[in-house]
C-alpha cells in the first residue's frame, strides 16, 4: 500500500508506519483521499531531533527573515486556496462558502501575517531594562513545539496553518504539526506550501515538520519529550487531561484548549426589549458550523417567568425551521448523541431534536434541552457535560440568588455572556450576576453572542481549568499568545556587545517597545 | 498541652489539631520555643472558605487600600523587628548582623513597599485595550493562594512576608500562609503584625491566615482544592514535586521555586587575569549563609590546564580556612551528608570537607569536590544532585567542545554565570559556551556571582523545570511576580460603565500604562 510521506527533517519521507488511515467524508460517510500513515515512534524521533537543530539555527535568526517566512508562506496559501478549501470542504463538510474561502481562510492568512508583524517589530519579547542595576530580561523562544490542531478548524487552527503554528513560529520555535486524522489532506497542502516557503526564505528546513497519526503511547511521549519546548492542543478534554498528565508528570510546559459550553445569561430586561433579536442571534451563533465551536452557547441561563417561556418557545421554533448542518465526523455524532442522552437521563427534558438524522453522512436533529435551576443544581456536574454540537441546555432559574447559585457551581469556561436591558434595576441584576461570572470566564460579552473571536492583542481566547490548562495565557491573540511559547531570560551584569540586540541601549529599530525604568519607551537609553 | 493559636478566619484560635511540633534551636540541636499545632484538615477546610469570602471583598477593594495595608504592615515589622529577627536567628541560625536584621529584613519591607506602589499604579493589570473593536482585556487575580515558603529565608521568602506573599496580596489574592516547620515563631511574628495591619486597614479579616503544619496528605489536598486560586512553594524538589502532581492533576496553577546548582563556567581568559579575586567571589558567594541559598554556585565548570588547578588549589585554600557556619536544620544536614556522599560513590574526588563536625548544632566542613568532564557525562544526572549548603562541585573538561556537551546535559537552572576575561578568542569562547548555557537557566551572569537577587522588574528568579514548574514566570521582581497569581479576563462588548476602571476610555490616574491599539500609553483614549 501507497502510504503518503511525512515531513521529517525537511524531507518528504516515507513514514516507519505501525497502521494506515484514510479520511472520511462526513457527507458521505465514505473513506475518502489517500492513505495516511500511522507513524512510529521512530519518526517523532527524527523529528525531534531535527527539530533542535532547526532551533539552535532560529535561534539566531533574525525575526525579520522569519517574517518573511510567514509572509510567504500566507501569499502561498492563497495561491493554493481552492485546492485547500475544497480539501478541507471534503474532509469536513464544512460550506466553503462563507465559511471556508471567505472566513476562515482570510483569518489563517491574517493571522499569519499578523504573526509576521510581530516577528518583524519584535516587540512581542517585552524587553525589560533596569539600567541602574543592569539587569535586563527579555522573552525568548522555548524550543521545539508540538502544535495539535482540532477537528472544527481545519485552517485557522490547523496544526501546520492555525494560530498555534503563526505563534510558535512566530517566537522563533520550530513546530512539528500532528495533524488531526479527520483532515490530513487539508493539513498536508498547507505544510507542503509551509516547506515551500521555509526554503524560498531560507529558514531551517526542519521549521516545519508534519505527521499525520501516532499512537496514544507515542503521543504521551512525545508531549513528554525533553527536546520538546512545549506542546499546543487543541481538542477534546479526555485527550488533552491524558496529554496534560504526561507533559506535567515531565515538566514539559503544554497549552491546552479544551471544552467549554460557554454560558449565556439572559437577562429579563433584555428580553422584554430585545426578545425576537436575541432568539435570532441564539440560534444562529449556536447552529453556526453545527454548533462545532469551541465558543459555542451551550448553556443559556434564564429567570423564570413568561418571556423566559416566549424565549425558549421561540428558541424551539427556530432551531426546527432551521436545516441541520453536517457534522464533522461519526466521532462528534456519536459523542453528540452519547452527550443529550446524559443530559436527558440526568433529568433534562428535551424541546426538540434529541435523534440522529437519517444519512447519508453525520446528521443529528439541532437540539434545545432545558432544566430548572433547582434540578442543576443537584447534579452540576452531569449537566455541564458538553454536547459539542447543534445542542444547547436552557436553565431556568427561580430568582437572581439561584441563579447565581448555579454559576458559582460552573466549571471553567472560554466565555460567558450577559445579555441586559436598560434601566436600573436591570443593571443592578447586571452586577450581581457579573460579579459572578466573571471569574469563571475568559471572556466575558454583552449582548452579542461568543462564538465570534476576533485576533487582536486584547482577545482572551482562554479561561479557567478546565477550559485550558492554565488561566494566564490566551491562545487568540498576538502577541499574547506568543508569550506562550516563550521562557524569560534574564541577563544580569552582561556587557552590551553581548546582550541580544533588543536589550542593548540602543533601541535596534526605534520602534521596539521596552520597559525601561518603570516606563514603556521606544527610545534609546541615554 | 497548650498549643499556639493559628490564625483562621479572621480569628487567633486553636487549632484541630492532628499533632504538634516544636522548632530547633540549630546552634544546639535543642527544640525551642512554645509548642506548635499540626493542623487537621478541618482547619484547611475552614481557612479555604474564610479565604474565598475575603476574595469576594478584595476584588471589590480598590488597590490603594491594598498598597496601604501593605505598608503599614511593613511599618509594623520595622517596629518589631528585634523580635523578629531575634526568633529567626534562634530557629535558623542565620546571623543577626548582618544577615537578617540588615540584609533580609530591609529586603523584606522593601519588597512589601514595592508590592504597595504596584498595588497603587495598577499598571502590573497590564491593560489591552483595542478601540476599534472594543475588546479590552486586563490580569486578574485568581483567588485565595496558598504561599508555602522555604527554610532558608525565614523573612524575605517567609509564608507571610515574603516575595509570593507581596505579590499575592498586591494582586488583590488573599493568602493562606503554611509556614515553614523549621521557623514558626518568625512566621507568627509576622502573621501577628500582618493581621493588625490587616485589621487597621480594613482590608477583609481573613485576607491573611496562618496554618503551621500539615499531613502531607492534607498538604497535597490543600493545593488541589478548587476553592484555591494557585499555590507559590519554595522548597526542596522532593516535596515541591509531590504537590505539583496533586495540583496539576486538579488543574490548579502551582508555582514552584525547587532546587538548583546554579553552573558557573569560568574561562581560561578570566582565570588569567583575575584568579585570586574570582577564587574570592566564589568562596564568598559559595559559603554565605552557609551555602543555603537557592542562588548558590553548586557546580563550577572549567577547563583543564594549570590555571584550572591552581583556581582549584586556591578554593580549597579558602574553604579550609573558612569557619563553617551553622546549617538550618538537621533535615538539612542529613540531606547535605547524603548527596556529598552521593557524589563520591558516583565518582566524584573530595578536595576538602565531606564531613560532619563536632556539635553542638548542625555544622558540616566546607566541602568541595572534583571530577572530569568525561566522568560527569557518564552519569550526568548524578553529578547534578543538589548538595545544599557549603558544598561545590568542581568540573573540568578537556576542551570548551566538552564543557558545552556538560551545559546541554545540565537540567533547568536558576542561573548559569560565565567569568570571561578579554581577548578575542576569549570573546568567541564566550559566544560558543553562552549559546549552550543561555536555554538552560533563568538568569544570565557575567563575572558576578549568582546569589544575589536583587528585585527589579527586569529580574528573572525562575528557570526551567526543574528549577521551577514554568519557565515563564518568575518569583522575584515586581510587577512580573504578580503576574502568576493572575488570570487574564477579558471584555467584549462592554459598554464603559460596565468595565474595570482600569479599562475605560479615561485613564482612571493619568499614570496607568496601557497597551491601546499597538502602544504603550498613559493617556486617555480619545
Redesign the interface.
Known sequence: MQLQAVLVAGRWRPAQAVGHFRAVNPQTGEPCGPDYPVSSWHDCDQALDAACEAF?QL?RTPGEQIARFLERYAERIEARAEQIVQAAHEETALPVRPRLAEVELPRTTGQLRQAAQAARDGSWCRP???TK?N???I??P??PVCVMGPNNFPLAFGSASGGDFAAAIAAGCPVLAKAHSSHPTTTRLFAEEAFEAVQETGLPAATVQLLYRLRHEDGLRLVADPRLGATGYTGSRASGLKL??AA??????IYLELSSINPVVILPGALQENLEQIVQDFATSCLLGCGQFCTNPGLVLLLEGEPAERFIRQAVERFEQTPPGVLLSGGVLENLKASVRLLQEAGAELLTGGRELPGPGFRYANTLLRVSAARFLQNPCEFQTEAFGNSSLMVTAADAEQLCQVIDRLE?NL?GTIYAGSGQEEEQL??QV??HL??RV???????M?TGV?V?????H?????AT??????AVGIP?AI??F??????????QH?LPEALRDRNPTGTL?R?VD????QEDIA
Open positions: 539552535a535561534r525589560t531594562i533596569d542595576l539587569i535586563r530580561s522573552l525568548a522555548l524550543g496534560k498528565a506535567d508528570a515531565a515538566g514539559r510546559p471553567g466565555t447586571y452586577e457579573a460579579f466573571r471569574p475568559g471572556r466575558l460579552l454583552n449582548n452579542k461568543p476576533a487582536t492583542a486584547a482577545m482572551n482562554g479561561g479557567p481549568y478546565p490548562g492554565h488561566p494566564h495565557f490566551t499574547p508569550w506562550r516563550t521562557m524569560l531570560q534574564c541577563y544580569d551584569n552582561v556587557p553581548r517597545w520597559y518603570g516606563r514603556w519607551t
